[in-house]
């Protein structure tokens, strides 16, 4: 029963709402996934993001600008 609250409170994110959270297109979201600077969850032809791997890149890309 635990685990199942665990699966409830780790929805996946389809590519488009990737992209209505970064504020880009969902092409590029989809060119993320593809070249995997964002991970994916793979299901036959659908492509998912765990919440907190989208939460991970951000962090990553705000390291990223403070070094530039």
């Given amino acids: 029963m ?3 609250s665990v699966f409830e409170s780790q929805r996946l994110l ?3 709402e990737v ?3 970064l504020n880009i297109s ?3 979201s989809y060119r993320l996934l593809e070249t995997g600077e964002l991970p994916a ?3 036959k032809k ?3 993001v765990k919440p907190q791997d989208l939460f991970d890149f951000i962090e ?3 390291v ?3 070094k530039s």
Avoid: D, G, H, L
């Fill in 41 to 43: 969850v793979r299901i």
């Fill in 64 to 66: 990223r600008a403070a």
């Fill in 14 to 16: 389809k590519a488009m």
């Fill in 26 to 28: 969902r092409a590029m």
């Fill in 2 to 4: 635990e685990n199942q």
């Fill in 19 to 21: 992209a209505r959270i």
């Fill in 46 to 48: 659908a492509v998912r």
């Fill in 60 to 62: 990553r890309q705000s």
